[in-house]
């Protein structure tokens, strides 16, 4: 009779351990679970240890990072999380463009660089087109237009300019 209760006691405790054994998830089997969930964030690295997920790589936004960190996070088994992951900076913003009014100071300086050269003519600049005024012969307002042009303005108007 006492045989029997002691064996009765000895397979209830083996259960009961068998039982308490099984319930603990392994880290190789936290790590594909959480891996599976990171799979929609690109960049981000899972590893575990003791059921601590450690997460490392890039992401590009802080909301991306809390992300990762919240889905890894309801994974089974998982003890805590370390987030090693860093934001990717912002680009820098482009230059500002230059005003009008700096592009036209820009294009007059070069073109009465050029127009020196060139006694009787006189130019203008407004709003990126070069308006010429004078008198110049043929061959000379040829290689005045061919200079002119290399500055690239929007428009060169020698309506004002008399050829000889």
Do not use: Y
């Not at 319930?23 to 594909?32: F, L, R, S, V, Y």
């Not at 959480?34 to 964030?41: E, G, H, I, Y």
């Not at 590893?47 to 996070?73: F, H, I, M, P, Y």
């Not at 660089?113 to 006694?119: C, E, L, N």
């Amino acid at each position: 009779m006492k045989l029997k209760h002691l064996t009765a006691v000895v397979l209830s405790m083996g259960l009961l351990f068998m039982i308490s054994c099984k319930g603990k998830p392994k880290d190789a089997d936290i790590q594909a679970t959480v891996v599976a969930a990171l799979q929609s964030t690109p960049g981000v690295t899972a590893d575990v240890k003791d059921g601590v997920v450690t997460l490392s790589g890039t992401v590009a936004t802080e909301a991306d990072k809390d992300a990762a960190e919240n889905t890894a996070k309801v994974a089974q088994g998982v003890k805590s999380v370390v987030n090693n992951l860093t934001v990717t900076p912002p680009p820098p913003p482009p230059p500002p463009a230059p005003a009008a009014a700096d592009a036209d100071a820009t294009l007059k300086t070069a073109v009465e660089g050029i127009v020196k050269d060139f006694p009787g003519i006189t130019a203008d600049v407004k709003d990126g087109v070069i308006t010429i005024t004078g008198e110049s012969k043929a061959d000379r307002w040829k290689k005045l237009k061919i200079a002119l042009d290399g500055l690239k303005p929007k428009k060169v108007d020698a309506s004002g300019l008399k050829i000889k």
